[in-house]
T-cell receptor, first 109, second 114 residues
Framework: GESVGLHLPTLSVQEGDNSIINCAYS??????FIWYKQESGKGPQFIID?????DKRQGQRVTVLLNKTVKHLSLQIAATQPGDSAVYFC????????FGTGTRLKVLA | EAQVTQNPRYLITVTGKKLTVTCSQN?????MSWYRQDPGLGLRQIYY???????DKGDVPEGYKVSRKEKRNFPLILESPSPNQTSLYFC?????????????FGSGTRLTVV
């Protein structure tokens, strides 16, 4: 069936370093992707999105890369800060949104 | 402030005792949806509503009911809760089902059924 997955369940990064969180998707018809951030005790929050006609999109300290050839999505966080500690998951939209299981990002002081 | 409000945040109940989790949004969104989040499974859609009086099943609708009598509210009803419905529940809304800005989520309701 269709699924959205992540390679690593937990990622530990030193404060100030860059973080890269990956996501694989299986539906080649998906044309829109979103990264969400979920802090403990809170609902998911929109971080950045990208359409399938783009390879890269940049926001404030975050960049999303899309590789349609291998159906791979990544979220890059520059100069990771303690406030970035959260669960990050991707969502793909073909005929509906399908959410990934998430990667927990731990920022080490 | 634009938001989705869920109540209660935490709920412990006993098997078989009917309960309702409320959800309200103040953004005049057409689309609303309920999800449950379980470890290792991600967000799974329970029910959704494209507009007032229009609701449909998501991926895991068994044991749940919803209603959409007015645009802002979308309550989730568990007529006879069972322990396998212990989960973290999220309500979400957006202008349309395929909104370019994704969904706005509530803060969640942690339900424990004993």
């Amino acid at each position: 069936g269709e699924s959205v997955g992540l390679h690593l369940p937990t990622l530990s990064v030193q404060e100030g370093d860059n973080s890269i969180i990956n996501c694989a998707y299986s539906n080649s018809a998906s044309d829109y992707f979103i990264w969400y951030k979920q802090e403990s005790g809170k609902g998911p929050q929109f971080i950045i999105d990208i359409r399938s006609n783009m390879d890269k999109r940049q926001g404030q300290r975050v960049t999303v890369l899309l590789n349609k050839t291998v159906k791979h999505l990544s979220l890059q966080i520059a100069a990771t800060q303690p406030g970035d500690s959260a669960v990050y998951f991707c969502a793909e939209n073909a005929y509906k949104y399908i959410f990934g299981t998430g990667t927990r990002l731990k920022v080490l002081a | 402030e634009a938001q989705v409000t869920q109540n209660p945040r935490y709920l412990i109940t006993v098997t078989g005792k009917k309960l309702t989790v409320t959800c309200s949004q103040n953004m005049n969104h057409e689309y609303m949806s309920w999800y449950r989040q379980d470890p290792g499974l991600g967000l799974r859609q329970i029910y959704y509503s494209m507009n007032v009086e229009v609701t449909d099943k998501g991926d895991v609708p068994e044991g749940y009911k919803v209603s959409r009598k007015e645009k802002r509210n979308f309550p989730l009803i568990l007529e006879s809760p069972s322990p396998n419905q212990t989960s973290l529940y999220f309500c979400a809304s957006s202008s349309t089902a395929f909104s370019s800005y994704g969904y706005t989520f509530g803060s969640g309701t942690r339900l424990t059924v004993v």
